[in-house]
């Protein structure tokens, strides 16, 4: 029997298992990739109202990343939830020297949906430093207009790093959901119906599912297409704000 890849996931603890790491794991499971997880905060929190947030320290989150990395052999890293863009940055050099040649997809968690709590913190020109060693960046439509829209009014895409905007927050109440990938090759539009509610954790779910597409070994565009299908899957799962993951 072959071993399944191997993603890590860097994120926050949701005692509610909506969100963050626990969300992301399940993510992997169902997608049959075995999933890791290293904590960059605990939270306190339930599906529908956020308290507080503890951070991890930088130097904790290494030991943890590299005891994992020399057993296993890790081939997408995902990173969430992080108090600003410096201990981002810091993360995202100390993986690529350790694991040089894997993907990197980073969801720019700003803040939790439940509340005006703030996770990336005042965003300055630090946060688009970022964009050039990663492989892949997930904001939502919302995070993706505070980010970069700006930078769009030029007729050439302007970065070298790939963008997935995930457009659940638009067009509330029309049939469809259009997401949108940025390439430095093209613009492409994932489109998919609107299926149920809102849901908690699906940002989580969304960058997580590409990260296990990628290490099952698809090109991008298809990783996103499938991790699209599985997060329309994952909202029309249940009536309430917790979704449940289909383990085929």
């Not at 081939?75 to 981002?88: D, F, H, N, R, T």
């Not at 109440?173 to 949108?180: A, S």
């Not at 998919?192 to 296990?212: E, F, I, Q």
Request: contains cysteine; charged residues 15%; aromatic residues 10%.
């Amino acid at each position: 029997m072959n071993e399944r890849p191997y993603v890590l996931t860097i994120g926050g603890f949701d005692p509610s298992g909506g969100a963050g790491v626990l969300a992301d794991i399940k993510t992997m499971e169902a997608l049959n990739v075995q999933g890791l997880a290293v904590l960059s905060a605990r939270t306190i929190q339930t599906e529908d109202k956020f308290y507080d947030c503890l951070w991890e320290r930088v130097s904790q989150i290494f030991s943890a990343v590299k005891i994992l990395a020399e057993r296993y052999p890790i081939q997408v890293v995902k990173i969430g939830i992080m108090p600003s863009a410096v201990p981002l940055m810091r993360i995202i050099r100390y993986l690529h020297e350790l694991l040089p040649n894997v993907p990197l997809v980073i969801d720019p968690v700003m803040r939790p949906s439940t509340s005006d709590y703030s996770f990336i913190g005042t965003v300055t020109a630090n946060f688009l430093k970022l964009l050039t060693p990663i492989d892949l960046l997930t904001p939502n439509s919302i995070e993706f207009r505070t980010l970069f829209q700006p930078l769009f009014h030029r007729d050439e895409y302007p970065f070298t790093t790939n963008i997935l905007v995930t457009g659940g927050h638009d067009g509330i109440g029309t049939p469809y959901v259009t997401d949108v990938l940025y390439t430095p090759q093209g613009k492409y539009e994932l489109q998919a119906p609107r299926l149920g509610g809102a849901k908690h954790g699906t940002g989580c779910v969304y960058s997580s599912a590409v990260a296990s597409y990628l290490a099952l070994g698809l090109k991008l565009l298809e990783a996103c297409q499938r991790a699209q299908a599985y997060v329309a899957q994952y909202i029309a799962s249940s009536p309430t704000l917790l979704g449940r993951h289909s383990f085929n």
